[in-house]
């Protein structure tokens, strides 16, 4: 009778054996996946150039000469450089309007934190203002891709569009959380600078659409029309489906809440 060096199993004749004491523990894979999946994008972190993103800064148009296969990364955190800015400034407004809420209803500023934390249930802005700046995005950038591919004479694929086209918007980021900053100071003025950083950002996406899918001056008339409808369309759907909400949660705030 034969048993097992490792595991102690009896061996019998003319039988494969697997010892179980060589295999390797249940959750040890986990990790020798996991690290090198983070290890990843650690260096591709690491190995983003400062100096492209400040030309980017400097020179938006230059996102044109970006490529899908080699500086994808660049467009995607130029997307959520100018949604991350979005959000910042619904924040800062949020915190600047429930502010004067607290004034006006006779509030006291030495309670401001607890006051703040009450109201902020009645105001979900941020999250609003989230869905809505997403949807923007992905509507503008959808609509200049297969508008442009429609009506340019210069075809490109969906990655190098996304690149470049992301690549836009981190002018718009660094404006927008501008534009936040400001709020601390004037509210009037930023939103100035938010309705004017709305309108640039809409008028390069459009210029950069017809100059990379090389569209006629013909047709860009109708790809300017078209986009800036779809993007219009959006907007008001979005905004339609928490407007009203928004305006029954400031009554309520009004009417007892401070």
Same mark, same amino acid.
Do not use: C, N, P
């Given at each position: 009778m034969a048993f097992c060096t490792k595991c102690g199993t009896q061996l019998y004749e003319n039988e494969i054996h697997t010892c179980m004491a060589e295999q390797p523990p249940a959750g040890a894979a986990a990790p020798a996946t996991a690290a090198p999946m983070i290890t990843t994008a650690r260096e591709q972190l690491a190995r983003v150039d400062r100096h492209k993103i400040l030309n980017l800064l400097k020179r938006p148009m230059s996102a044109l000469q970006l490529r899908g296969d080699s500086d994808l990364l660049y467009g995607l955190l130029g997307i959520i450089a100018s949604l991350v800015g979005f959000v910042l400034w619904s924040w800062s407004f949020k915190h600047q309007l429930i502010k004067a809420l607290i004034t006006q209803f006779g509030g006291r500023l030495d309670d401001y934190e607890e006051s703040y934390s009450s109201a902020s249930e009645y105001l979900p802005i941020v999250n609003h203002m989230l869905v809505l700046g997403l949807v923007s995005l992905i509507v503008i950038l959808a609509a200049v891709f /297969?508008?442009?591919?429609?009506?340019?004479?210069?075809? &490109?694929?969906?990655?190098? %569009?996304? $690149?470049?086209?992301? +690549?836009?918007?981190? @002018?718009?980021?660094?404006?927008? @959380?501008? %534009? #936040?900053?400001?709020?601390? $100071? %004037? $509210?009037?003025? %930023?939103?100035? /600078?938010?309705?004017?950083?709305? @309108? #640039?950002? !809409? =008028?390069?996406?459009?210029? #950069?659409?017809?100059?990379?899918?090389?569209? &006629?001056?013909?047709?860009?008339?109708?790809?300017? +029309?078209?986009?800036? !409808? @779809?993007? =219009? $369309?959006a907007v008001l759907l979005v905004f339609n489906s928490f407007g009203a909400e928004m305006v029954d949660e400031l009554k309520e705030m009004g009417g007892g809440l401070f």
């Open positions: /297969l508008l442009g591919s429609k009506l340019g004479a210069q075809r &490109h694929g969906w990655k190098d %569009s996304l $690149v470049k086209l992301g +690549g836009l918007q981190w @002018i718009t980021g660094a404006a927008l @959380i501008l %534009s #936040a900053l400001v709020m601390f $100071v %004037s $509210v009037k003025f %930023s939103f100035v /600078l938010l309705l004017t950083t709305v @309108i #640039a950002t !809409l =008028v390069l996406t459009l210029y #950069a659409g017809i100059e990379m899918f090389r569209i &006629h001056r013909d047709r860009a008339v109708w790809f300017i +029309g078209a986009v800036v !409808l @779809i993007q =219009v $369309v």
